[in-house]
């Protein structure tokens, strides 16, 4: 074979080539930009979708409270990223979860909790926050939207509402209240307060959606109020707090750093091991009250909440499979719990006053 020969074949190979790289770098670009498929809604006509509703008998309260659980979905390795609506590995703690910080809630109104599929919290965490946010604004949002929807059409019957969630769940009522609130002004209306810790509410969030206000006060109304807990000294970063991040006190429910001591908390509660952390009860089957147990002071620079009173070092506060030393994630509601339950009364009354 001469050398024109092969030189013309090995530059016919190399075009070959050449416009093979480009037309997968092609139909890449275009499956990358092309939208992607609708999610489906869960069907929250079914009862079985449902966390919590009040039972029939139960008399309707002036108020009604949207309570989202947080990650409660852990995945086997090689699992799905999102969990199913009835999975195994995601209910036992959602219930679990429901004792230990919606029930703060039922004195105040009827309370109502869907199932919704989460996202694995540590494939979640491993992951940049914006990502993070992308991730939430697909199934968990699509789930809880419409969850919320038939909340609004077919339980809350025009009642003022509170809004309540933790974690995972507080991010996607962060979504919700920007993006549901903004295009529906009269149902944000009636929003007593969106109670939303265990997630970093930046400064950032409410520049870009400036309709939403933050909580000023023990007693103002339609705002967000919103915490992360934290030992005064981490072995790690927090992997749920974010920069540019605010915090109000859940003593106080002012944004001062002023340390508010443990006697001024209204209660905290304590988690059963032997029930994978429901509240402690009292003989007649309320939740136990313990006292002077935690403290509060708000670090504007980290965007948290400083607890100094409990000895993070030790278990329940730390947990060897769970976060890092000092990381109070777990306690935002238990460490405060009676302190919510006494501000969203003191909320409420102030919304029917003036209204």
């Known amino acids: 074979?001469?050398?024109?020969?092969?030189?013309?074949?090995?530059?016919?190979?190399?075009?070959?080539?050449?416009?093979?790289?480009?037309?997968?770098?092609?139909?890449?670009?275009?499956?990358?930009?092309?939208?992607?498929?609708?999610?489906?809604?869960?069907?929250?006509?079914?009862?079985?979708?449902?966390?919590?509703?009040?039972?029939?008998?139960?008399?309707?309260?002036?108020?009604?409270?949207?309570?989202?659980?947080?990650?409660?979905?852990?995945?086997?390795?090689?699992?799905?990223?999102?969990?199913?609506?009835?999975?195994?590995?995601?209910?036992?703690?959602?219930?679990?979860?429901?004792?230990?910080?919606?029930?703060?809630?039922?004195?105040?109104?009827?309370?109502?909790?869907?199932?919704?599929?989460?996202?694995?919290?540590?494939?979640?965490?491993?992951?940049?926050?914006?990502?993070?946010?992308?991730?939430?604004?697909?199934?968990?949002?699509?789930?809880?939207?419409?969850?919320?929807?038939?909340?609004?059409?077919?339980?809350?019957?025009?009642?003022?509402?509170?809004?309540?969630?933790?974690?995972?769940?507080?991010?996607?009522?962060?979504?919700?209240?920007?993006?549901?609130?903004?295009?529906?002004?009269?149902?944000?209306?009636?929003?007593?307060?969106?109670?939303?810790p265990g997630y970093p509410i930046q400064r950032s969030y409410l520049r870009q959606h400036r309709f939403l206000r933050y909580a000023q006060g023990a007693s103002d109304t339609g705002v967000i109020a919103s915490w992360n807990t934290e030992a005064p000294t981490l072995a790690a970063p927090s992997p749920v707090v974010q920069p540019g991040a605010v915090a109000i006190n859940p003593i106080t429910w002012t944004r001062s750093q002023k340390e508010a001591s443990a006697a001024r908390n209204r209660g905290s509660i304590e988690l059963d091991p032997a029930t994978g952390g429901t509240p402690f009860l009292n003989a007649d089957g309320t939740i136990k009250r313990f006292m002077n147990v935690a403290d509060a002071r708000v670090d504007k620079a980290k965007g948290v909440v400083i607890c100094s009173t409990i000895d993070a070092a030790d278990p329940p506060y730390f947990n060897v499979h769970g976060f890092p030393m000092g990381v109070l994630h777990t306690f935002d509601y238990p460490l405060y719990f009676f302190s919510v339950r006494a501000n969203a009364a003191e909320r409420v009354a102030h919304f029917f006053a003036q209204n």
């Open 1 to 196: 074979m001469g050398a024109r020969t092969m030189s013309a074949r090995i530059m016919g190979a190399r075009r070959i080539l050449v416009l093979t790289v480009a037309a997968l770098a092609a139909a890449a670009l275009l499956a990358t930009s092309a939208p992607a498929a609708p999610v489906k809604a869960t069907d929250y006509g079914k009862h079985a979708h449902w966390l919590y509703l009040p039972g029939k008998s139960v008399k309707p309260k002036k108020v009604a409270v949207f309570y989202v659980y947080p990650t409660s979905y852990s995945r086997l390795p090689g699992g799905p990223i999102y969990a199913t609506i009835d999975d195994p590995r995601m209910v036992p703690g959602a219930q679990v979860a429901f004792q230990r910080q919606a029930t703060a809630f039922r004195t105040v109104g009827n309370v109502y909790a869907p199932y919704y599929r989460q996202i694995d919290a540590t494939y979640q965490l491993s992951l940049p926050f914006a990502q993070q946010k992308r991730n939430i604004a697909g199934i968990p949002s699509t789930d809880v939207f419409a969850a919320f929807k038939y909340f609004l059409k077919h339980f809350d019957h025009g009642r003022p509402y509170i809004l309540a969630g933790h974690s995972q769940g507080s991010a996607v009522l962060a979504n919700l209240l920007a993006r549901y609130m903004k295009a529906h002004p009269a149902v944000y209306a009636r929003m007593i307060v969106a109670y939303v």
